[in-house]
């Protein structure tokens, strides 16, 4: 081979190997460049899916306490009308005058009116502490809205019998055990709703 054209052969083969090389190395670079920036929109979308969940879970739980906190005061209206008529009725003696008689009977019934139109508000408040959740809130709620009806029977039973002159001890003493049994629902609901756990953030999505 002439020694002219093996130089020039040999200069096209270096700079063919030098161009690859060139070549290679950029793309390598390129590579690690595009994985790093890669790497580093996962993290970032982490950090954003995080700060999502963060926000969604402290909005559940001021949704959910709102709601509780409604539920609850809800309840405790309609427990202390129910108590105040209560306390009206057992302040009837048969030696009372008439006239004094008949205005603690009608303040009775009064209160029992009013706690039964609070009674069907709170229904709705229930409704929306099933809808908020979780499932042992909503049964929480149930437990407490149920025992009232009893309370109910028990003040408006004794009601009657003061409008017949027909009391006796035996109707205190119901009321009291339905108040009892009333308030100690409403405060296993108010034990639940304070809660702290971070598994109740969680159920009932």
Not at 103 to 132: G, K, Y
Not at 146 to 160: C, D, K, Q, R, S
Request: net charge negative; hydrophobic share 40%; with cysteine.
């Amino acid at each position: 081979m002439d020694a002219g054209l093996a130089g020039l052969l040999g200069g096209v083969i270096g700079a063919a190997v030098g161009a690859v090389g060139a070549t290679a190395s950029a793309w390598i670079t390129g590579r690690k460049a595009e994985r790093q920036a890669e790497i580093q929109s996962e993290t970032q979308l982490r950090q954003v899916r995080l700060q999502i969940d963060a926000e969604r879970t402290r909005a559940l739980r001021a949704s959910r306490k709102s709601a509780y906190l409604s539920f609850a005061e809800g309840c405790h209206l309609v427990h202390g009308t129910l108590s105040e008529a209560g306390i009206k009725l057992g302040g009837i003696a048969a030696s009372d005058p008439p006239e004094e008689r008949e205005e603690r009977r009608q303040a009775a019934r009064r209160l029992w009116n009013e706690a039964r139109a609070l009674h069907r508000r709170l229904d709705r408040l229930q409704h929306i502490v099933f809808m908020e959740g979780p499932t042992e809130m909503g049964a929480a709620a149930q437990a407490a809205t149920g025992a009232l009806v009893p309370f109910f029977g028990a003040v408006i039973e004794w009601l009657h019998a003061v409008d017949n002159e027909s009391e006796t001890p035996q109707h205190g003493e119901e009321h009291d055990r339905a108040h009892s049994e009333a308030y100690g629902k409403l405060l296993e609901f108010l034990y639940a709703a304070a809660d702290p756990s971070p598994a109740s953030d969680q159920a009932g999505r």
